[in-house]
Each structure stands twice: as structure tokens, then as C-alpha cells.
């Protein structure tokens, strides 16, 4: 996932949300300097990874997405997850997006301190562009599959990634519907001395 269900997961608790977002962009070293609360946020990131990686639904949409996006195709499910939990976000809170993030973005800037430098740029573009609701969009999708492109060593991987996602999209689409709410609950029903 990347990070609107990422945070999600995580929202029902402020420095488990700050440490899942995080989970990306920190060392091993700088998660050993960081209050116990945000480190087991940083664990629940890399705990939710190997869920999903290992989930049936998600293991079938990157088989289905691999012949034409390679090792690629768990990145862009990642993404592609995003933009589905947005099509479908009624379905999952109470809260509108756009509400949920504007309080995911004062969060994090309230926690700007404890984050890494390559954060203290992206946070404010991530801000500025409102990259949360964005991902509900077609155009925030190419957007963010165009800058993972650009951070690729194989860039043609990601070409025609939305096509493909628009191709079946009612497959993806019902996937995730089947993978978020056991999402959900192994999230929900793990205690902070698993993470």
C-alpha cells in the first residue's frame, strides 16, 4: 500500500500514525533514536507490508498485473490500492477524505521534528499538492506512478499502468474489497507487543 492506506490503518492512534508513516523512509539506526510509540509505528508499517504481501487477493492482482509490469507490479498494486480505497472510502469511514486528510497532514507537521531530512521537503509538497485526496484521481495516479518511474533502474515497467488497472478494473477493484477488511482486522487485532 502506499500511503493513504498506510495511514489509515494506523489513524485510530496519533504516534503509531507518525511511525507508519515513517516506515519508508527511515534507517534501522534512526528508528532505534525515536520514542518507543513511534518505532511501533515503524514496526506496524513493515508488519502491514508482510501482511499484504502474503495476502491471496493482492498475491492474484500482482499475478495478474506481473506480464506486463514485472518486479514492478506490487509497487503499482501499492498504488493502485490507494486510488481504490479513495473510489470506495465511504465504505470504510465515517469521515470524509478530505476531512481524514487534513487531519493526517496537521498530524504529521505537528511531528515534522522527529522525521528525516529527505521529509522535511516532501512533507510540505505532499501538503501543498494534497497528495492524499489526489490519489482518488486519474490524474493523481499517473502522477505518482510517473515519480515512481522516474526512480526506476527498469522506467518502462510502469508505462501503461493505468491502462492496465482501467483494463480490469472491477478484478482490482474487488480484490481490495476482499483484502482491506482482513487488513483491517489484523491490524485490529494486534497488540503493541506484536509490532
Known amino acids: 500500500m502506499n500511503y493513504l492506506a498506510h495511514l489509515f490503518l494506523s489513524a485510530h492512534d496519533e504516534a503509531l500514525t507518525v511511525g507508519n ?64 480505497l ?51 484521481t486519474e490524474e493523481g495516479l499517473r502522477f505518482t506512478l510517473e515519480r515512481l518511474k522516474l526512480r526506476s533502474s527498469k522506467p518502462w515497467f510502469f508505462d501503461n499502468a493505468v491502462e492496465s488497472m482501467n483494463l480490469d478494473y472491477p478484478a482490482y477493484e474487488a480484490g481490495f474489497n476482499i483484502f482491506f477488511p482482513d487488513a483491517l482486522d489484523f491490524v485490529k487485532n494486534l497488540t503493541l507487543e506484536d509490532v
Open 21 to 84: 508513516f515513517l516506515g519508508d523512509f527511515i534507517s534501522n539506526k534512526e528508528v532505534a533514536k525515536l520514542p518507543l510509540p513511534f518505532r511501533q509505528g515503524i514496526f506496524l508499517h513493515r508488519r502491514i507490508d508482510s501482511f499484504t504481501d502474503q495476502h491471496p487477493s493482492v498475491r492474484e492482482s500482482v499475478r495478474r498485473l506481473h506480464p506486463y509490469h514485472g518486479r514492478y507490479a506490487p509497487v503499482i498494486l501499492d498504488v493502485m490500492h490507494d486510488f481504490i
Open 86 to 136: 479513495s473510489k470506495n472510502w465511504l465504505h470504510y469511514s465515517e469521515k470524509s477524505l478530505p476531512e481524514f486528510a487534513q487531519n493526517i497532514y496537521a498530524l504529521l507537521e505537528r511531528h515534522l521534528y522527529l522525521m528525516p531530512p529527505v521529509l522535511h521537503k516532501r512533507l510540505p509538497r505532499m501538503i501543498a499538492d494534497d497528495w492524499l485526496t489526489k490519489y482518488g
